[in-house]
């Protein structure tokens, strides 16, 4: 018989520390709990129901689900083996499911006693209840030597059609906050709001859209060509992205495909990572004429599921236009506040611009770190406070056309800010070729001194080099030209220097 005992008392099977039986540190009582919800998942299971007491209440926390379960020796050789790691013995997928099988060090199973005192694990399989008790207190008592620790078990017939395993947790740890199921559905939903093979329950509750912490909205509504079409999703808070975004189509209660975004992906007016934070569903009643024969996806040419692409699109696409507008204007507000004193010391003509500019730079890194966005909007404050463009590109937008004076003295103006430009370069120019007069001087310069220092300098050889940009191109093109008589590039050197003291002067 496929049992170590008919009653009486198991052990660990290994000498072991009490930390390592607790698990790891948890972040929280709800991810210790997501431990047991994964094992259900390792267990092949495709329901898993978990029951959480009131807080302040003597009552227990339940975990149950209808996987595999355990046979008695599978519980001493396996369960109770705190070093056994199920992947090393059953492969990276789970044997009925297929699933990627999540644990991983052998102790997760245990992450119950890190809220509670007592654990009690019941799981049937091959028509036999096995039912074992661990105690906390006495593991903390005999922490260096944990076999030694009874453990009491009781096997005997399950009764008929009683399959799975359950988890009761008692006499829970007071100094622990309490795990609350609002939370805990969220911690769960992101990984296992759409998996169809595994449906989870919180106090009778299962997960939904509505557990993605964000704007939820739903619609119903009537189509000529779909019929009646009920759309329910939620638009992610931003902390953390759902798994699997997008929105699912279900037909008669049955999923079509994998989730899709109905063409939002492809809108330039929505940043993708905006749309990345959909999470919903579109159910149909019944009309599945533009379902694929194997329900993986659907015809898309259909009039049927154009129109619901279009109905779609639209409703979800206005709640990300105000939820993109609501973001940028807290990201905006909290930017301003930095930069605030920088604006205020902008020319009052210069600041629409520069409040311009700071929206562009919004929409262009919507969903990057503040970090990065207030580095570049610095930088952008730096060009605008630093450019005298501006002003003259103001003034030429601002002069009538049909005053030809003002207009001509208006581009009179960026010729002259032009010239100053051209007199500053010319001066960085000048200060250039006199360093590298003195490194082609030394005796101690080598070749590859000279090429590092031209290779972003290509302006030195002349117009049609100025603008060259790829590293590689411009190593070919110092090497092409001919380093080999440092003598070419002095005299070079004091063509342009010539040229540019003239300029210099002239302006």
């Not at 395993?165 to 609002?182: K, M, Q, W």
Request: proline share 2%; glycine share 6%; aromatic share 6%.
């Amino acid at each position: 018989m496929d049992c170590f005992a008919m009653s009486g008392d198991a052990h660990f099977s290994v000498n072991t520390r009490l930390t390592r039986l607790l698990g790891e540190t948890y972040r929280s009582s709800e991810a210790a709990l997501k431990e047991l919800v994964d094992n259900a998942w390792d267990a092949d299971a495709r329901n898993v129901w978990i029951i959480l007491p009131l807080p302040m209440t003597s009552e227990a926390i339940v975990v149950r689900d209808d996987g595999s379960g355990m046979t008695s020796l599978e519980m001493q050789n396996e369960y109770l083996n705190i070093a056994s790691d199920k992947r090393a013995r059953t492969g990276e997928r789970t044997p009925s499911m297929k699933r990627r099988v999540k644990g991983r060090k052998g102790i997760g199973k245990f992450a119950g006693l890190s809220l509670a005192n007592r654990m009690d694990v019941t799981a049937v399989a091959r028509g036999r209840r096995c039912s074992l008790t661990i105690d906390k207190i006495a593991l903390t008592e005999n922490e260096n030597d944990l076999e030694s620790v009874p453990l009491p078990f009781i096997e005997e017939e399950a009764a008929s059609g009683e399959i799975g395993t359950t988890i009761v947790l008692s006499d829970l740890d007071n100094r622990l906050n309490f795990p609350t199921a609002d939370r805990f559905r969220e911690v769960l939903v992101h990984e296992y709001g759409r998996e169809e093979s595994f449906k989870v329950f919180v106090n009778d509750v299962q997960l939904s859209v509505e557990d993605v912490p964000g704007v939820s909205k739903q619609v119903e509504e009537v189509l000529g060509e779909s019929g009646a079409v009920r759309l329910h999703f939620t638009i992610a808070d931003g902390k953390k992205a759902p798994e699997s975004p997008g929105i699912v189509l279900k037909v008669a209660g049955k999923v079509v495909g994998r989730p899709m975004l109905f063409g939002l992906d492809d809108d330039e007016e929505i940043p993708l990572k905006l749309s990345k934070r959909v999470y919903g569903e579109v159910e149909l009643e019944g009309n599945d004429h533009f379902v694929t024969a194997d329900w993986g996806g659907v015809i898309e040419n259909s009039k049927a599921f154009q129109e619901i692409q279009a109905y779609v699109r639209s409703i979800v696409k206005q709640e990300l236009q105000e939820t993109h507008a609501r973001d940028m204007s807290l990201q905006l507000a909290r930017l301003k506040r930095q930069i605030d004193l920088r604006l205020q010391q902008l020319p009052e003509h210069r600041r629409r611009y520069a409040e311009e500019a700071l929206s562009r730079i919004l929409r262009r890194f919507y969903g990057e770190s503040e970090d990065r966005i207030s580095t570049i909007a610095e930088v952008a404050l730096d060009a605008i406070e630093h450019d005298a463009y501006w002003a003259v590109l103001e003034r030429i937008n601002t002069t009538s056309r049909g005053d030809v004076g003002s207009f001509a003295e208006a581009l009179e103006q960026f010729g002259l800010v032009e010239l100053s430009a051209m007199a500053a370069q010319a001066k960085r120019r000048l200060e250039f070729l006199d360093f590298l007069d003195e490194l082609i001087q030394n005796d101690a310069t080598l070749e590859q001194n000279v090429h590092k220092a031209l290779e972003t300098n290509l302006w030195v050889f002349g117009r049609q080099f100025a603008t060259m940009a790829s590293n590689a191109t411009l190593k070919s093109i110092i090497a092409s030209y001919g380093i080999r008589n440092s003598q070419a590039i002095v005299r070079r050197s004091a063509q342009i220097s010539c040229c540019s003291r003239i300029l210099a002067t002239a302006t």
